[in-house]
T-cell receptor, first 114, second 113 residues
C-alpha cells in the first residue's frame, strides 16, 4: 500500500492564481482531512470529509474548497491565492468508527504564494 | 487559552534519560487522545493513542491520561538522539462538533548524545 499520497510536493503560485492540491489514499479509509502547518506552529484543520459526497468545514476554511466524489480522493482547491496561504499542506485519512481518529498523513505539499 | 496546549520547548534531555512531554486540553468531554512525532521537514507520524484514564505502554513509549485534570502526557524511556523531533498532542474536542482532531503547537525534544 502507498498509504496517503499528495501531489505536487512543491509549488510556487502568484497572487490571484488558483490551483488544486491532490490527495489519494489506498487504505479504504472513510475519513479524510486537510490541514495546513505554518512555520513553528501546529496543524490547523481546513476541511474534512466523513465519506464520499460529505464534507465539512474545519477551523480555517476561508479561501479553500473541497469535494469528495470517491472514497480514495480528496482534492483541495485554492481560489485567488494570497500570501497568507503560504504554508505546508498535509492530507490525512483515518478509518473512523466511534471515537477512533487515528489519522495517517501524506508527505505534504509546500506552497509559496508571491 | 489554547484548546490544546503544549510547552513549545525545546526540552533537552541526555541520551538514556526519560523525556516527559505534557499536554492539557480545554474540553472535559473529550474521549480520544493521540501523540504524533514530526521530524523537521516531514509529516506527522502516529506514535500512540489513548482513550481511558491511566497508562498505556508501547515499547519505550508510555502515554498517560487523566481526564479529571484534562491532562495527557507522553514518556519516552531510554531516550535516543533519533527521538529528537517535535511531538504533537492531538485531541478530538467534542465541544467543537467536528469529527476530527485539534492539534497542539508541539514540543520540540532534543536528546543530547
Amino acid at each position: 500500500n502507498a498509504g496517503v499520497t499528495q501531489t505536487p510536493k512543491f509549488r510556487i503560485l502568484k497572487i490571484g492564481q488558483s490551483m488544486t492540491l491532490q490527495c489519494t489514499q489506498d487504505m479504504n479509509h472513510n475519513y479524510m482531512y486537510w490541514y495546513r502547518q505554518d512555520p513553528g506552529m501546529g496543524l490547523k484543520l481546513i476541511y474534512y470529509s466523513v465519506g464520499a459526497g460529505i464534507t465539512d468545514k474545519g477551523e480555517v476554511p476561508n479561501g479553500y474548497n473541497v469535494s469528495r466524489s470517491t472514497t480514495e480522493d480528496f482534492p483541495l482547491r485554492l481560489e485567488l491565492a494570497a500570501p497568507s496561504q503560504t504554508s505546508v499542506y498535509f492530507c490525512a485519512s483515518s478509518f473512523t468508527s466511534g471515537t477512533d481518529y487515528e489519522q495517517y498523513f501524506g508527505p505534504g505539499t509546500r506552497l509559496t504564494v508571491t | 487559552q489554547k484548546e490544546v496546549e503544549q510547552n513549545s520547548g525545546p526540552l533537552s534531555v541526555p541520551e538514556g534519560a526519560i523525556a516527559s512531554l505534557n499536554c492539557t486540553y480545554s474540553d472535559r468531554g473529550s474521549q480520544s487522545f493521540f501523540w504524533y512525532r514530526q521530524y523537521s521537514g516531514k509529516s506527522p507520524e502516529l506514535i500512540m493513542s489513548i482513550y481511558s484514564n491511566g497508562d498505556k505502554e508501547d515499547g519505550r513509549f508510555t502515554a498517560q491520561l487523566n481526564k479529571a485534570s484534562q491532562y495527557v502526557s507522553l514518556l519516552i524511556r531510554d531516550s535516543q538522539p533519533s527521538d529528537s523531533a517535535t511531538y504533537l498532542c492531538a485531541v478530538n474536542l467534542r465541544h467543537t462538533g467536528r469529527r476530527a482532531l485539534t492539534f497542539g503547537s508541539g514540543t520540540r525534544l532534543q536528546v543530547q548524545p
